[in-house]
């Protein structure tokens, strides 16, 4: 089998990982990949939105599958110009992947067809939505850009002067481009947050492991919002009833929703969830694998993922086995001083060899590295590594992964140091 993956990530890293695990896998290509996938595929320098580019190489090189994992090709239809060329993906269709496209089309969704999730109105005129927060609406409350924006169009507001302020930034200075020209204004929630990834062929849907990500850049989750500075899993709040719960309440219901609309969803569906008093809620869709949630996740899966994810494809997921380990996983990123804003390129990383820490029970997955002219490995990005562990607790995870990522280092390295603190009290 020669497959491809799209995408240039630490999510991407840890999907190619774990479908090198099979036997039958004889080459993999990574669009565009990085330094250190370029380790474990075949990188070349086509971005992973340019459709044609990519539909053209995996032509070219006779690519019997293919895994799209960022949500913006997604949303462009990568998988349906593929399937056009006789090339079956992973990850859902143009017509499915809108349901992380647009914050919109989500809300009205669960609205729809009753799952679970935070109340709210949608504005497209800005001085309806000034009206609505200046004399309506309950603060604190949440603005989100319709569209896509880099994970960064959700502004919480704790006063009406942030509300009105946020509104002009999304809708008026369209900080957050064309995605801003409709808003979604909801309800403040609180809780504990959990993320379940799943497999979906469509039909059935079978959640992965849970886990849990930490967003904010600083330690106490403090800071600016990131992509993510570490994950763990499982996630403790997850517990089987809550489990149960949102099977019923909300994992089928998306899926059934999905396909009465003629939408049907084949991929990874990313539930991102709040555990509110008053029971799970929605806080978003993604239509793909999350990151980091992925470098702890994959490493728990039992079963062959390529397998799964072909089922996903063909629609006989309820055939196919998937299993997880019962230990736990802890991810630690290392990001580029000045994360999640401007940060420096090209510094040398130190204490790897060909990608991974010699002689050490971790997995590395590059994020932001490029292989320099001199051969040298150096950061190119924000987040630069994600260091993974795996073991039979969370607390030997979290240990092994910090030990492991305190061997690597360069010039301004950020890491948070209480990754797994929080899941760790939970557990008691
Ligand atoms: P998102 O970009 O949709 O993942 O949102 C980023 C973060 O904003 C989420 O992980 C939550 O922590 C927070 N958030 C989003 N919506 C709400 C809400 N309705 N109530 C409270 N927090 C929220
Ligand atoms: N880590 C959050 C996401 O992938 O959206």
Redesign the pocket.
């Known amino acids: 089998m020669k497959l491809l993956v799209v995408g240039g990530g630490g999510r991407e890293h840890a999907i190619i990982r774990k479908l090198k695990e099979n036997p039958t896998v004889t080459e993999i290509h990574a669009l565009p990949g990085n330094g250190g996938i370029a380790q474990d595929a075949v990188c070349a320098p086509i971005a992973a939105t340019d459709i044609p580019g990519v539909v053209a190489y995996a032509r070219e090189h006779a690519i019997d599958f293919a895994v799209v994992a960022p949500d913006d090709p997604l949303c462009l239809g990568m998988v349906d110009a593929l399937a056009e060329a006789g090339i079956p993906a992973f990850g859902p269709d143009k017509k499915a992947a809108i349901i992380e496209g647009s914050k919109v089309f989500s809300k009205d969704l669960m609205k729809k067809y009753g799952i679970p999730t935070?109340d709210y109105r949608v504005f497209d005129d800005p001085a309806k939505a000034l009206a609505y927060v200046e004399e309506e609406a309950p603060v604190p409350l949440?603005v989100?850009a319709d569209g896509l924006a880099l994970?960064?169009?959700?502004l919480?507001c704790a006063t009406r002067e942030d509300a009105r302020q946020a509104i002009h930034e999304i809708m008026e200075d369209k900080v957050f481009g064309q995605s801003g020209s409709r808003v979604v204004i909801?309800?403040?929630?609180?809780g504990p947050?959990v993320s379940v990834l799943s497999f979906t062929d469509g039909e059935t849907v079978v959640p992965m492991v849970s886990s849990m990500?930490h967003?904010r850049a600083l330690d106490g989750d403090k800071g600016l919002?990131t992509g993510g500075m570490g994950t763990v899993a499982p996630n403790p709040y997850y517990t089987p009833q809550v489990a149960r719960e949102c099977m019923e309440t909300i994992f089928l219901p998306t899926i059934r929703a999905m396909k009465a609309e003629g939408r049907p969803f084949r991929g990874c569906l990313y539930f991102?969830l709040?555990l509110t008093p008053k029971g799970p809620r929605v806080?978003?869709y993604n239509c793909r694998f999350g990151d980091p949630e992925t470098q702890v996740v994959l490493p728990l899966l039992k079963s062959d993922l390529l397998t799964i994810m072909e089922a996903t494809v063909k629609g006989t997921l309820a055939q196919t086995p998937v299993e997880w380990s019962d230990g736990s996983a802890c991810c630690v990123i290392l990001a580029s001083g000045g994360y999640p804003q401007s940060y420096p390129k090209g510094l040398p990383i130190s204490g790897l060899e060909k990608g991974q820490i010699p002689g050490c029970d971790a997995t590395v997955y590059h994020a932001g590295t490029k292989v320099r002219e001199d051969g040298a490995l150096v950061t190119s990005g924000g987040r630069v590594l994600g260091v993974t562990a795996t073991a039979p607790t969370l607390r030997e995870a979290v240990d092994k992964a910090y030990a492991a990522s305190d061997r690597i280092t360069f010039e301004g390295v950020h890491r948070r140091s209480d990754i797994g603190a929080r899941a760790l009290a939970a557990l008691g």
């Not at 994970?151 to 959700?154: C, H, N, Q, Y």
């Not at 909801?186 to 609180?190: M, S, V």
Request: charged residues 40%; without cysteine.
């Open positions: 935070a949440v989100k994970g960064k169009g959700v919480i909801e309800e403040f929630l609180t947050e990500d967003k919002n991102g709040m806080i978003e």
